[in-house]
């Protein structure tokens, strides 16, 4: 599975953007997706990921009730809705993908993308 992620950029403190991860593979239905981001200096940090049936999803509890992961098997396409977003938020974001379950783990997905900047200004 190849993972391209998109529709990071500039945005104010308090704003939204809609992240988008496409995947090219026959099977992308079995994969789980995560999401994570990493900022300069610092580790890779789990943000959310998604079942491959889009019916189980998981969030870090510093992102709940803003962020909203969904995926649309038929356009293999996993959405990362995020909202009042933060300037701490400044990061790449990445998508990663693994067979079967979702992981909050970085080091259990099989395949990443390559990131989409994410900058918040206050």
């Known amino acids: 599975v190849q993972l391209q992620a998109c529709g990071g950029g500039l945005v104010q403190a308090g704003g939204s953007l809609r992240l988008s991860c496409a995947a090219y593979g026959r099977t992308f239905w079995n994969y789980a997706v995560g999401w994570f981001r990493q900022a300069p200096g610092k580790e890779r940090e789990f943000v959310s990921a998604?079942?491959?049936?889009?019916?189980?999803?998981r969030y870090a509890d510093s992102v709940k009730g803003r962020f909203t992961i969904s995926r649309d098997n038929a356009k293999n396409t996993v959405v990362l809705q995020m909202n009042s977003l933060k300037p701490e938020e400044t990061a790449v974001y990445y998508c990663a993908a693994r067979l079967g379950f979702y992981s909050s783990n970085a080091g259990a997905y099989d395949y990443w993308g390559q990131g989409t900047q994410v900058t918040v200004s206050s």
């Open positions: 998604i079942v491959p049936n889009g019916g189980n999803t």
